[in-house]
């Protein structure tokens, strides 16, 4: 089982696994950008998704966050996604608890560790005047060594699936 997390400044912190990170953006998706069409999701649907966030990225991506905990608190869990009952349970298939009242609730780690992440960004930037980017990766030793340091024009140039997905 591969494990994905956030990961900005010296934070890491896992999420779970990759069906369950794909099921988060999938959601964004699905509730988030249907409730606002107008608003530009690309922050978290491309760029956290696929990419990184730039430093002056950081505090619309954090609202964007926000709004996308709103709008997920509106939207019972048990309907809002067809849970597989074969993973429910299963902590090497999944970490989701689908019996958690709304998506908020069942995404509630994904909030707390995407705004945790981008708090130790912006010390690291503080203290050390580097940047450490937000960053969706594989949690995994020694696949997040590889992460870590991968060049964020490898990640500029993605196309196609992220990183995290192969």
């Known amino acids: 089982m591969r494990t994905i997390g956030f ?10 696994t990759v069906s369950d990170v794909v099921l ?36 619309a991506a954090l609202r ?3 709004q996308a905990k709103q709008i ?8 809002a996604v067809n849970w597989d009952p074969a993973l429910l349970g299963d902590r090497q298939r999944t970490w989701l608890d689908p019996t958690r009242p709304t ?15 981008v708090e130790s960004s912006k010390i690291f930037m503080i203290s ?12 995994d030793l020694p696949d997040f060594a590889v992460e870590k340091k991968r060049s964020l024009e490898e990640y500029e140039a993605l196309e196609g699936e992220p990183l995290w997905r192969r």
């Open 7 to 16: 990961h900005g400044g010296s934070s890491l912190c896992e999420l779970g």
């Open 24 to 59: 988060f953006f999938d959601c964004l998706g699905m509730y988030a950008e249907r409730a606002r069409p107008e608003q530009d999701w690309s922050l978290l649907s491309d760029r956290l998704y696929r990419r990184y966030l730039r430093e002056d990225e950081l505090d």
């Open 103 to 117: 998506l908020a609730d069942v995404f509630a780690k994904y909030f707390e560790c995407f705004s945790h992440c």
């Open 128 to 139: 050390w005047k580097i940047y450490k980017p937000v960053r969706t990766v594989i949690a």
């Open 72 to 79: 997920f608190s509106t939207h019972p869990a048990a309907t």
């Open 64 to 66: 964007l966050m926000e």
